[in-house]
């Protein structure tokens, strides 16, 4: 949405990213998501962009609860969490 858009607009958007992002990145960090810090990072950015589209889904789709919408957030993305953090590894085949 703000790649085409102009220059200060993007730079804008640019900026309140990274600051989401470094909000996130402690919580990622804390938990042990990860040792290596691209995992971090990524962890970060996929719980960030899942959350705003969930959130974006609800705007239009407000006869769901919105108890409902962060109970699905918190079922997958903070539950798969856990799962990682007691070990748990997807192995690709």
Do not use: C, Y
Request: net charge negative; hydrophobic share 50%.
């Amino acid at each position: 949405m703000f790649r085409d858009a102009p220059p200060e607009l993007a730079d804008f958007h640019r900026e309140i990213l990274a600051r989401g992002l470094a909000s996130l990145s402690p919580l990622t960090a804390r938990e042990s998501l990860a040792e290596a810090g691209d995992e971090v990072a990524m962890a970060t950015e996929l719980f960030r962009s899942a959350v705003a589209g969930v959130a974006l889904w609800w705007s239009e789709n407000r006869h769901v609860p919105k108890e409902q919408a962060v109970g699905v957030i918190m079922n997958l993305l903070w539950l798969g969490f856990e799962r990682v953090l007691s070990g748990e590894r997807w192995q690709q085949t």
